[in-house]
C-alpha cells in the first residue's frame, strides 16, 4: 500500500506555479503592487502640464531639497559614528553591553510621534541640550537642524545593524597577522578592517537615507514646517491632504515614489558588489 502510494504521489504532475510561489505573488500585489497603482492612476488623473507644474512648484522644490539634501546629511553622519558603535558593540565586552545593544532598536519600536515630542522636549530652547545651546545662539529645534536631528534618531539602527553581522563575522586572524607584520593599528583598520566593511555601510547609509526621506511622525513635531525653511515633502503632502488637494498630495508623493525606487535599485547593486567582494 504504502509503495502503492509513493507510487502514486510520484505521478502527479509538478505544478509550474508551486503554492508558496502564488501566495508570495499574490500578497506582493495586494500589499504593494495595488497601492502603487492607485498612487499613480490617482496622479495622472490631471494632464502632464499639471503634473509638471505641481511636482516643480517652488515650494515642492524646497521641500525636496529640505527633505533629499539633510537625509542625505543625516545617513553619512550615521556612517560614521553607526560603524563606530557596531565596532565598540562587537569588539568590546563592557557592563550594560546588551542593554546598550537593545537600545539601538530602539528607534525601530518608538512610535515617531512620540519620538519627535521627546526630541523637540530635548533639542528645544528649555531642553537639556538645547538650553546649554540658546545662550550661543545655537537653536535646534523648530530649525533644520531638528529635522537632521529627528532623522539621525531614525535612521542610525540600519547602519549598525548592517555593519554589525559583517563585524561579528570578520576572522580577526587577519588583524592579527597584520599586527604581527608590524601594521599599526590604524594601518590595520584602513587596510584590513575597512574594505570588508565598506559594502555593508554603504548598503546601511543608503537604507538609512531612505528611512529618513520617508519621516514624517518626528520631523514634523521637531520642525517648524516652514516652506522655504524647514519644510520637508512628507509634511508637505500632509499639507495638500488637509487642504483636500488629493491629486497635489499624490504627485509629490509619486516623486518621492519614484527617487525612492532608484535608491532601492542602488541598494540591489550595492549588495551585488558586496557578494561579489566577499566571494
Request: aromatic share 10%; charged share 15%.
Amino acid at each position: 500500500m504504502a509503495g502503492s502510494g509513493i507510487t502514486s504521489n510520484s505521478r502527479k504532475p509538478r505544478s509550474r506555479f508551486p503554492l508558496a510561489w502564488r501566495v508570495t505573488l499574490g500578497y506582493m500585489v495586494l500589499m504593494l503592487g495595488l497601492p502603487l497603482i492607485a498612487l499613480f492612476s490617482k496622479a495622472f488623473s490631471t494632464s502632464p502640464g499639471e503634473f509638471w507644474r505641481i511636482a516643480t512648484a517652488p515650494i515642492a522644490l524646497s521641500a525636496y531639497e529640505v527633505t533629499f539634501v539633510t537625509a542625505l546629511i543625516a545617513a553619512c553622519f550615521n556612517g560614521v559614528f553607526g560603524t563606530i558603535v557596531a565596532w565598540v558593540l562587537v569588539k568590546y565586552e563592557f557592563p550594560g553591553r546588551r542593554l546598550i545593544d537593545a537600545i539601538v532598536d530602539l528607534p525601530f519600536a518608538l512610535p515617531t510621534a512620540v519620538a519627535g515630542l521627546t526630541l523637540a522636549t530635548v533639542y528645544s530652547k528649555t531642553g537639556w541640550v538645547g538650553g546649554l545651546l540658546a545662550p550661543l545662539g545655537i537653536k535646534l529645534a523648530y530649525t533644520r537642524l531638528g529635522v537632521m536631528i529627528a532623522m539621525l534618531f531614525t535612521s542610525l539602527p540600519f547602519v549598525v545593524r548592517t555593519v554589525e553581522p559583517v563585524l561579528a563575522e570578520m576572522e580577526k586572524d587577519m588583524e592579527e597577522a597584520a599586527w604581527s607584520l608590524g601594521a599599526s593599528r590604524a594601518q590595520t583598520f584602513w587596510q584590513v578592517s575597512l574594505p570588508p566593511l565598506l559594502p555593508a555601510i554603504s548598503t546601511g547609509v543608503a537604507l538609512g537615507f531612505s528611512r529618513a526621506v520617508g519621516e514624517f511622525g518626528s520631523t514634523v513635531m521637531v520642525a517648524s514646517n516652514t516652506p522655504f525653511k524647514d519644510l520637508v515633502a512628507p509634511v508637505l503632502i500632509f499639507q495638500r491632504l488637509e487642504q483636500y488637494d488629493v491629486v497635489g498630495a499624490t504627485v509629490i508623493g509619486c516623486v518621492l515614489l519614484m527617487i525612492s525606487l532608484t535608491l532601492l535599485i542602488s541598494i540591489n547593486l550595492l549588495q551585488a558588489w558586496g557578494k561579489r567582494y566577499a566571494d
